[in-house]
């Protein structure tokens, strides 16, 4: 999977699937210093997936500066993230567009359950298998 940098960060394009239903994201900050990555609930609605006020864990996410939103967090089954599936995943649904202008944040629980890593040289997020594409 190829990333681009802008404005100093790391930006990535993925599929996002849930339940066979897919979009494609364009606007995802990869953060490995995010602990559970976390969706823009708008930008996954087409997919059905919706905040689970039920099974859902309300949790506030922080960022640098302090900043914090609320954001649901849900064990989801059959989620494909980018050429990933997984049969059980933790993430978070909240609002990361219009405060932040990214679709979602790829935290390091995608890249332990993926064993992915980055590789900044050539712009690329692998893993020791094959490169993603």
Known sequence: MKFCIKNGLPIVSIDFTYQGSNVHLERVLVDTGCAVSIFDVDAVEVTELTIDPIDGIVKRMYG???QSELCYEQKLQNIKIGSFNFSNFTLQLGMTRE????DGILGSDYFLKSKSMIDYANLKIFNDK???K
């Open 64 to 66: 640098i500066g302090g």
């Open 99 to 102: 405060p932040y202008g990214f």
């Open 130 to 132: 094959k490169h993603i």
